[in-house]
């Protein structure tokens, strides 16, 4: 009988988990139509719609459906001379695109099934399937995050209130309805699914009783996860962090967490072969930390919990790290990431004035999705008690913690009973921690942080079981998530009665003039976000683009934005010609925008430009190009195209009049 009520248990918790996953999925589809009326808009402003780096993104997927073979569809991306022209660049080794490529591959199979057993209702164009695609993965990311919840607290009714909170605060928890393709989308499910192991893992007595399917499991979550996300990287430094602490505080996980670890290290080894040994990859001190961690734990266990013990090891882990990070480096002259650094720098307060940020690192701190958490996200949190929840859960057990390093008999006589504390939300905790401080920092993160508030904000209400007990405890948390449902089903009513159109003929204008006005070899230049665009509507080569994880294209995109600055006008023009560019698009949103204390991109420019020591002008260029009023200009910078929004400049590099 206890075989049946186990067996029973599980399929209502995972037809639960589904049923709400499959919902989640529809709850995005819908909001994204009410928002955007997608399947009625032209293709153009659906391609459109992906803003910024979203549509260099799905620029790739979209050529994929453009070259006879799969083996031209791979050449064309190891060899790409279109999205930093006119230099070849390899894209599988620069950009976290492998899902585009997985996407495209699936629609021609779709396609195929569909057409051959002829069911027209299931027919459905590239950028339809795309889309849809990204919402699936949203409901596969609330099935996870169900499934880390069930997990850790040992009920699926944890899970289910989980999700609740989920729907009851999408704005918190995802971006996907507004910006489906963003490369944190693709990569989340399949990093809390990673979770939903490591806390298995660390559940499970000995590493002999961990299976081999669980531990390939791990690696292709953690090998997909690191695969679809270029700030993977750091994600996993945190997590690290969690890990190591585990470690000196239960020692009996040593074993486990020494081969979660290379587990990890395994899956990092594909991903640097998959991405051609990039270099950011190579110098990740996430890497060396892992090997560090396998190294140091093998060989030194802790046979004991103490704080001097822990720390020890803590700062021995850290010390092999950073100076095996910094060789590999020096050797391989690697600089890929030193703008995010600096950016974690400046967030703390280490760098003093803005004038001392360089180029990009001041685009970071400028940009809204980096900027520190916004006040709402408490409020809104703490609507059903989620936050609070979340917040006695994590000072609990990280006081816990505390009292075991210094104090371990105290605490084995008054701490260890609480059945809420085990080696797995310890984890759960100390994760939740570092990654919430990088939330608090760095708005974006937040959607990182969101499940580990919902997962042990539910954790939390285990201690009502000495309290009310087992069973009115799980009468409760149906009660709350009821309640949550009913109430979230009239504010989505409300959602999608607020129909809004996608409208935006200006850069429609734009994108038609270019496609049937230049050639299709002509290199255009602009704003980083309009050029993501242009790459995805128009397939015409540009130079500078939204994702910023190469030193070359940053320094390159700093000469380009030359033009929003007060250089010599024929400085700004030689520098154009010599990154080989055919056409500049001005915006006066950016030409003409008013100071904001240093964060518009004139004064950004103009800030550069001074660290750097580039000749000054008397005039912002784009306004003197704007004006058109000199014979000087008009000959090197001829105007082709203007509406309200943008103008089209042809850049004279013949010397011709």
Request: net charge neutral; aromatic share 16%; with cysteine.
């Amino acid at each position: 009988m206890p075989h049946i009520s186990n067996l029973l248990i599980l399929v209502t918790g995972v037809s639960i988990a589904v049923a709400l996953s499959v919902l989640f999925a529809y709850y995005m589809f819908a909001l994204h139509e009410a928002r955007l009326w997608f399947s009625n808009i032209q293709e153009v402003e659906r391609e459109i719609s992906f803003r910024t780096e979203s549509g260099l993104y799905y620029s790739f997927y979209k050529e994929a459906f453009m070259e006879p073979t799969w083996s031209d569809v791979v050449n064309n991306l190891l060899r790409d001379q279109f999205t930093e022209a006119p230099i070849e660049i390899n894209i599988l080794k620069r950009f976290n695109v492998y899902q585009e490529l997985v996407l495209a591959w699936f629609y021609t199979l779709y396609d195929f099934i569909v057409t051959f057993f002829n069911i027209a209702y299931l027919k459905l164009t590239p950028i339809f399937f795309y889309t849809y695609s990204c919402f699936v993965l949203s409901g596969l990311a609330l099935g996870a995050t169900f499934g880390m919840s069930w997990s850790l607290s040992g009920n699926f009714l944890f899970g289910t209130l989980t999700a609740f909170w989920t729907f009851a605060d999408i704005d918190d928890a995802t971006r996907v309805f507004f910006t489906v393709n963003l490369r944190e989308n693709f990569a989340l499910p399949f990093f809390w699914f990673a979770n939903v192991l490591i806390i298995d893992f660390l559940q499970t007595p000995s590493p002999q009783g961990i299976s081999i399917s669980k531990s390939v499991s791990l690696l292709f979550t953690t090998f997909l996860f690191s695969l679809f996300w270029q700030f993977n990287q750091f994600i996993l430094l945190l997590q690290s962090g969690a890990l190591i602490a585990t470690a000196y505080l239960f020692p009996g996980s040593v074993n486990q967490i020494v081969r979660i670890f290379g587990i990890q290290l395994g899956a990092y080894l594909l991903l640097i072969g998959a991405q051609f040994g990039q270099s950011m990859l190579l110098g990740s001190l996430y890497l060396w930390i892992a090997v560090g961690s396998v190294i140091i734990l093998t060989l030194l266990p802790p046979r004991r919990v103490s704080f001097k013990t822990a720390l020890t090891g803590a700062l021995s882990i850290l010390a092999f790290a950073v100076i095996a990070s910094s060789v590999t480096k020096t050797v391989f002259s690697i600089d890929s990431d030193t703008h995010i650094w600096t950016f974690v720098k400046a967030k703390l307060g280490l760098i003093a004035t803005d004038h001392q940020l360089p180029f990009e690192t001041a685009l970071y701190i400028c940009h809204g999705a980096f900027a520190f958490i916004d006040s709402g996200f408490w409020t809104r949190t703490t609507t059903y008690g989620m936050l609070p929840l979340y917040g006695v859960t994590v000072i609990v057990v990280i006081g816990a913690c505390f009292v075991k390093l210094l104090k371990p008999g105290k605490f084995e006589a008054n701490i260890a009973e609480f059945s809420f504390f085990n080696a797995a939300v310890v984890f759960m905790a100390v994760e939740s921690v570092l990654v919430g401080l990088m939330a608090v920092l760095t708005l974006r993160m937040k959607y990182v942080w969101f499940p580990h508030v919902a997962v042990l904000g539910a954790h939390g209400l285990k201690v009502l079981d000495p309290i009310i007990g087992k069973y009115p405890k799980y009468a409760v948390i149906a009660g709350v998530s009821w309640l949550i449902a009913t109430n979230q089903y009239g504010i989505y009513k409300q959602q999608v009665a607020n129909e809004q159109e996608f409208y935006d003929p200006d850069t429609v204008a734009l994108m038609k003039f270019i496609s049937t006005e230049t050639t299709p070899d002509s290199i255009f230049s602009g704003s980083m976000q309009l050029m993501a665009g242009i790459r995805c509507c128009t397939t015409r080569p540009i130079a500078n683009h939204p994702h910023f994880e190469d030193a070359f294209l940053r320094a390159r995109t700093e000469r380009l934005y030359t033009v929003y600055g007060t250089a010599p006008l024929t400085y700004v023009h030689t520098t154009l010609c010599h990154e080989g560019v055919d056409y500049i698009v001005l915006e006066d949103s950016i030409c003409l925008a008013p100071l904001k204390d240093g964060c518009s991109t004139n004064e950004i420019v103009d800030a550069a430009a001074a660290q750097s020591g580039r000749p000054s002008g008397d005039e912002r260029v784009c306004q003197a190009v704007k004006a058109q009023s000199l014979p000087e200009v008009r000959r090197l910078f001829k105007q082709v195209f203007e509406n309200r929004t943008f103008r089209v400049y042809r850049v004279n590099c013949r010397g011709e009049v």
